[in-house]
């Protein structure tokens, strides 16, 4: 059951007290970088291992910095994914439960208090779910988020009207700023980039030129990757031109990955399994952090913002953050929790998506919760990267139909009597009845919708 939303009531005195810490230090806190590339999974990104050279770009910044090669988005959704991100914490207790809910007001976001510690905040978006009217400008003095149909892959013409845009028009928009700037201020900037997110439209030079013998899907999603990542060498090249002089804090990560067909979904958003949550997260901070480093500790998103304060010399973060600075010593054994909204039920792609889904990921172990379902499914990630062999599944002839449409990870028969994944799971299943009692729902703000914002969500893909 779904609680008011109770959270924040109490965080301005606190985040006052933190603020006024913050303010008193003496030294200028560093200039700070923030990029989120939507629906982009770690596994597509060259930097990370995938044979075909995506992210040259990312790959040199991981070159110049560290990355962190088991990083978690906290949900496989736009506007859930971004809002943990910004405010640090779960997307439950936010109650962004889907895009097309607000963040709330009450809730306190890292740009909120980098602005109140006297940085300078801008913010340059790309898609439709995190647009201002969304909640996600909350604590930006600057926010841009007007497309034009010219620049978009999703719009509509007759309109016009468009519902995002492509990386080279945000970035247009985020040089400009630049280069008018004359505050002194420490900076902030979030820049959000949506092209590898379907439909997959990369500019036609990128499109033309990838290689032949790739699946025609995956070889349009990588091109968008490749002409993401060249978008990225281009802001990172103007932020340190304008700010920071190279000694800039450059964070880059994704909200969620994409099927892509590994278990029978192209997009995002309706499972939990790798390709749909782990994303890449790379740092870049010279002299500050290790180059060339790759961290294997599991990570999350919610850890993104408490890095950023502790980068900004904010002393003490906001009590709703509830990550862990990446500055920090990480632990190997942490549980890193994940989620999908519930469904009333819906039958997508011949399967019935109902109810809630969790997760969790411990020690390379990765436990999927999904009850209305009938879903209950374990993996060794280290020799089962792809999750391919659910131990709570005994093996059966007849499953190998659904195997053929790539679902074969259903958990609708009895596992093995006594096997050590059963027994890991019903540890898995404590834990996760703890993160929720700890972690309520807060009630979802709607914000209200006009058929133009339906057509755009489900231009996007969001069908209700
Ligand atoms: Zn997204």
Not at 149 to 177: C, E, Y
Not at 213 to 219: E, H, I, L, Q, T
Not at 223 to 251: N, P, S
């Amino acid at each position: 059951m779904r609680r008011p939303f109770v959270p924040f009531l109490f965080l301005s005195v606190a985040v006052a007290a933190v603020l006024a810490a913050a303010c008193s230090r003496p030294s200028t806190p560093p200039d700070i970088l923030l990029v989120t590339i939507d629906t982009l999974r770690a596994d597509h990104c060259s930097a990370y291992g995938y044979p075909i050279e995506t992210t040259p770009v990312l790959a040199a910044l991981a070159a110049a910095g560290t990355r962190y090669s088991t990083a978690y988005a906290v949900s496989a959704t736009t506007a859930p994914s971004h809002a943990s991100l910004m405010a640090g914490s779960s997307f439950r207790t936010l109650g962004v439960f889907k895009n097309g809910q607000r963040l709330p007001p009450q809730a306190v976001t890292v740009a909120e208090v980098l602005s109140a510690s006297g940085y300078a905040t801008a913010a340059f978006v790309s898609s439709f779910p995190v647009r201002s009217r969304f909640g996600f400008a909350q604590g930006f003095e600057f926010f841009e988020d007007k497309f034009t149909i010219q620049n978009s892959s999703v719009g509509r013409r007759s309109a016009p009207v468009a519902h995002d845009r492509f990386a080279g028009s945000t970035f247009a928009k985020l040089q400009a700023w630049l280069g008018q700037r004359r505050d002194t201020r420490p900076l902030f900037v979030w820049v959000h980039f949506v092209d590898p997110h379907f439909p997959y439209r990369a500019p036609e030079k990128f499109a033309a030129r990838w290689p032949a013998g790739v699946a025609p899907d995956v070889r349009k999603y990588d091109a968008e990757v490749h002409y993401a990542d060249k978008q990225l060498g281009r802001v990172i090249e103007a932020f340190d031109k304008h700010a920071g002089g190279g000694g800039a804090l450059v964070i880059v990560t994704s909200d969620h990955g994409e099927g892509l067909g590994d278990h029978g979904w192209l997009s995002h958003g309706i499972n939990l399994y790798e390709e749909a949550v782990r994303v890449p997260l790379v740092m870049r901070w010279s002299g500050r952090v290790d180059a060339g480093k790759v961290v294997t500790e599991p990570v999350s998103l919610i850890d993104v913002a408490p890095t950023i304060l502790e980068a900004a010399r904010v002393t003490q973060a906001p009590p709703s953050f509830e990550g862990l600075s990446l500055l920090g010593k990480l632990d190997p054994d942490r549980a890193i929790f994940m989620q999908r909204r519930a469904y009333q039920g819906k039958e997508l792609q011949d399967t019935d998506v109902r109810g809630e889904m969790t997760a969790l990921v411990r020690g390379g172990a990765k436990y999927i919760l999904a009850p209305e379902e009938n879903r209950r499914e374990f993996y060794q990630l280290p020799s089962d990267p792809h999750e391919a062999h659910n131990l709570l599944a005994p093996p059966a002839p007849a499953r190998d139909v659904a195997a053929q449409h790539g679902d074969a990870q259903h958990g609708d028969a009895q596992p093995p009597a006594q096997s050590p994944a059963v027994a890991a799971a019903r540890r898995h299943d404590e834990e996760l009845a703890a993160w929720r009692e700890a972690h309520p729902e807060s009630a979802g703000d709607d914000a209200p919708l006009d058929k133009e914002d339906v057509r755009a969500l489900r231009s996007l893909g969001y069908v209700d």
